[in-house]
């Protein structure tokens, strides 16, 4: 999937823009996602009001709901700025001082210049969308935050390396194998500025954290014949390449491998996989302030480390950690271990109780209260890179949540490739069920009254098939 050429003048004239804006408050609110990427851009947005002296405050919404809308428009302070969160709403905000700096699908019942604020310059809305920009993988909200950062003052781009941390965890990385478009002027401007070594390698999670057997047996998208879920498969492959899967008793990672080991397995991974070898490798983003097997080295692994906290009520501890606490990492390595239990609980909840059902167009599962409404997204798309799963339907997870059942469908690239959009079909579906939702193109969510679940699948399926050609 190539970089869009996009309107890079618009942007550029609309980033000066806001640039002025936040230059000219004295005081600022910053709201942001509580996923990697809003944590991400949540740490640009405060480092860069520090920077300027500016009285701030930083909070976390899992979502838009009426009470944040409500609660943006009655702010108190001259600015409030929306990172990775706003856009699919932006008909609803009526204050003047809004700066949105997201990536997400924005709403059709904002006309970009038409709104009566927007002409007084109200609304400082910076999404790629407007620019023909692919928001799904060419640029995050932490990117665009960060591009904002810049503008407001070049120095900034030692925060280059936090938005590559939110691409990565908004898995901007996936269809091209690496990051493209604006994305990769930003990969650009963390190595210059000796943040970031782009590395080409297997793209498999896990390199820097897992032992060389797992990471290699849990290797999926594309999956190694013989390897992925494989324990023996792996073991006898390490054997055979004369790779000792430890050193001085303890387990080595992918990256422990010296470079010989690396390339005589990469060599023998490559063979097994045959025609799919092409979507194995690609770049890997290593930062290069923190020690390889931290965790917080690989980009990916320092994503998922954010997501741990925020996902599970501890965004500011995510916070913290991208602004470099070192008090804050045994925290998050914690919040970490807790994460990784969860995840696994859930995955063996869903495979032992058979929950997951198909449809023609579509496949799902209702994990009810077992599963954190933050968290099931992230299961859904495990699953969907699991034997388990078809992978050419979409998949469609049901958890309940405070406010009704909160949906997340997950989907291929190749399907998008096709005419599915998600975001839509999520859109369009839960308002027909008295819901709402939104997102991208892949990966998007709703939240839907309990007893409209079959009623909201039905819509669904109608609207994948008539998208798919
Ligand atoms: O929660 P989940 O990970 O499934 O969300 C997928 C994407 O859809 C996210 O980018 C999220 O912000 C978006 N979303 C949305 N409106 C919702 C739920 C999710 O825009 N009601
Ligand atoms: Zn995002």
């Given at each position: 999937?190539?970089a ?11 980033l000066?823009?806001a ?76 204050r ?14 904002w ?23 692919d ?20 120095a900034n ?19 091209n ?22 590395e080409?390698?297997?793209r ?14 849990y ?5 190694i014949p013989?390897?992925s ?7 006898e ?12 008793g303890?387990?080595?990672s992918?990256?422990d491998?010296?470079?010989e080991e ?11 996989l045959?025609?799919d070898?092409?979507k194995?490798v690609?770049e890997?983003?290593?930062i ?6 931290t ?23 995510g916070?913290?950690?991208?602004r ?11 919040n970490?271990a ?9 995955l ?12 023609r ?39 309940d949540?405070?406010d ?17 959009n ?5 859109k369009?579906?839960?308002e027909?069920?008295g819901?709402?939702?939104g ?6 969510g ?8 079959e ?12 998208q798919?050609e």
């Amino acid at each position: 999937m190539p970089a869009s050429a996009g309107d890079p003048r618009r942007m550029a004239r609309d980033l000066a823009a806001a640039a002025r804006v936040i230059r000219d408050a004295k005081t600022v609110r910053v709201v942001t996602h509580i996923d990697a990427d809003g944590i991400s851009a949540g740490a640009i947005a405060d480092i860069t009001l520090e920077r300027l002296g500016k009285e701030h405050t930083v909070g976390f919404e899992k979502k838009i709901t009426d009470e944040v809308v409500a609660s943006v428009n009655s702010s108190p302070e001259d600015v409030v700025w929306i990172c990775d969160l706003g856009s699919g709403y932006l008909s609803e905000f009526d204050r003047y001082g809004l700066v949105i700096t997201d990536h997400h699908v924005p709403d059709p019942r904002w006309r970009g210049r038409q709104t009566i604020l927007d002409s007084f310059g109200g609304v400082q809305h910076l999404n790629p969308h407007t620019y023909g920009i692919d928001g799904s993988y060419e640029v995050c909200g932490a990117g665009m935050t960060y591009l904002l950062s810049k503008e407001i003052d070049p120095a900034n781009v030692d925060l280059a390396y936090l938005a590559v941390v939110g691409a990565v965890g908004d898995f901007q990385d996936s269809s091209n194998q690496r990051l493209v478009g604006p994305n990769a002027a930003i990969v650009g401007d963390a190595v210059a500025n000796g943040d970031l070594v782009v590395e080409e390698d297997l793209r498999f999670y896990g390199r820097d954290t897992r032992p060389v057997n797992q990471y290699l047996q849990y290797a999926s998208d594309p999956s190694i014949p013989g390897i992925s879920d494989n324990p023996k498969g792996c073991y006898e492959l390490l054997d055979s390449l004369g790779i000792q899967a430890k050193s001085g008793g303890r387990w080595r990672s992918w990256s422990d491998l010296s470079r010989e080991e690396h390339d005589r397995a990469v060599d023998a991974i490559l063979e097994r996989l045959g025609p799919d070898a092409d979507k194995a490798v690609g770049e890997m983003y290593r930062i290069t302030r923190y020690e390889k097997g931290t965790g917080m080295s690989d980009a990916k692994e320092f994503a998922t480390v954010l997501n741990s906290c925020g996902r599970y009520d501890d965004a500011p501890t995510g916070l913290r950690v991208c602004r470099g606490d070192v008090g804050a990492l045994k925290v998050a390595e914690e919040n970490r271990a807790e994460h990784r239990k969860h995840i696994s609980t859930a995955l063996s909840y869903i495979r032992d109780n058979h929950l997951l059902r198909e449809r023609r167009f579509i496949q799902w599962f209702d994990a009810g209260s077992e599963v954190r409404e933050t968290v099931v997204g992230i299961v859904a798309g495990m699953m969907l890179s699991s034997s388990d799963c078809r992978r050419n339907i979409p998949i469609i997870a049901f958890a309940d949540s405070d406010d009704g059942v909160k949906v997340s469908a997950r989907a291929n690239r190749d399907l998008v490739d096709r005419g599915l959009n998600l975001s839509e079909v999520m859109k369009t579906a839960a308002e027909i069920v008295g819901g709402f939702g939104g997102g991208h193109t892949v990966a998007a969510g709703a939240t839907i009254p309990p007893e409209k679940k079959e009623e909201f699948l039905d819509i669904v399926e109608d609207l994948v098939s008539s998208q798919i050609e």
